[in-house]
């Protein structure tokens, strides 16, 4: 039996398929189960020994519709369900199973702020789709296999090796991210010493932490490659991070970690943490939120409450233990 496994992006919809992946692998040994994505998050499944193949799609949808009917698949398991992935399972003909979306409850949920989704995760919605197959959900955390052998005395000043707490300060949108300060009023208060993680677009914003707490903090913003900065956290002592791509990879390692949502909510979309024994999900009810299901890039109320009236004190004494 050959089985492929569609999903296109992005980062956190992506790692949250790596259950269905090694629960078929592991159920269906004698399967041989091949990955279908972007070429930009070819990463994730990297090294990953639940594959036996990872295709990326091509600029041409054609030429994917092609490899995909040379690859004479039994089924496929559509995990994205857009426009796309429907042109594929028509062209090719092939039995296919398809992740309901609930988009239009989630649209009603987001516009007249009803709670309409079920407070089920995006795993175990994933998982009904290969239930027909008779592959049930392993109830283990998500998985993330790291490239290289890394080590921390590369990667990190002495002051930094032990007992850190990494900060993933990035997130694509304004609205997902917390303020400097407010940041920078939580490091303060902390035991241990902070590492900062994210890209080059939030390096200044870590500079700016670092001026402001000297020696406590240590900004790798922009300095490490996202497969470093993923051995950070699985390093880490406790992990602090908001709705963004790393800190829902951070899950496949079981740290403590607090998830702090702003704009976004982890009910709506389904993702909070997964299978992790201890977590801090920071969040305050607001009439205005959710104010998008993906983040925007400023408050449309202009007060950003849902980021600058959460609870200092909670994610202090949950990390600080």
């Known amino acids: 039996m050959k089985i492929l496994v569609i999903r296109f992006s992005s980062m956190g919809d992506i790692i949250y398929t790596t259950p269905v992946v090694r629960c078929l ?14 070429p930009a998050f070819q990463y994730i499944y990297d090294n990953n020994p ?10 041409d949808l054609s030429d994917t519709i092609r490899e995909i009917k040379a690859g004479q698949y039994d089924y496929i398991i559509d995990l994205h369900n857009n426009l796309r992935t429907a042109l594929i399972k028509i062209r090719t003909g092939i039995p296919s199973s398809t ?13 007249l702020n009803l709670k309409l989704v079920p407070p089920v995760h995006l795993v175990d919605r994933y998982m009904k789709t ?10 283990q955390p998500i998985d993330y296999y790291i490239k290289a052998n890394y080590q921390l005395d590369k990667l990190l000043p002495a002051s930094h090796r032990d007992n850190y707490t990494a900060f993933i300060i990035g997130a694509a949108h304004f609205t997902k991210r917390m303020p400097n300060e407010k940041i920078i009023s939580i490091c303060r208060e902390l035991n241990s010493p902070v590492v900062l993680l994210g890209g080059n677009d939030v390096k200044a914003n870590g500079d700016s932490i670092a001026t402001a707490l000297g ?18 956290v699985s390093k880490a002592a ?13 899950e496949a390692f079981n740290r403590p970690i607090v998830s702090i949502w702003g704009g976004t909510t982890p009910e709506l979309l389904g993702v909070q943490p997964y299978k992790v024994k201890q977590v801090l999900v920071a969040g305050i009810e607001l009439p205005c939120r959710p104010c998008s299901k993906f983040g925007l890039p400023r408050c449309p109320l202009g007060h950003f409450k849902c980021m600058n009236d959460i609870s200092e004190k909670e994610i202090i004494n949950f990390v600080n233990g």
């Open 25 to 38: 692998k592991k159920q269906l040994p004698a399967a041989e189960i091949h990955f279908l994505t972007k």
């Open 215 to 232: 020696g406590k903090i240590y900004n790798a913003c922009g300095i490490t490659s996202l497969d470093e900065s993923v051995f950070l």
């Open 99 to 111: 992740y309901k979306k609930q988009a239009i409850r989630k649209w009603l949920s987001l516009k």
């Open 238 to 250: 406790n992990i602090i991070g908001f709705d963004t791509g790393l800190t829902h990879i951070a």
């Open 50 to 59: 639940y594959i036996d193949q990872l295709l990326l799609l091509k600029p």
């Open 130 to 139: 290969v239930a027909f197959l008779g592959v049930k959900n392993d109830e």
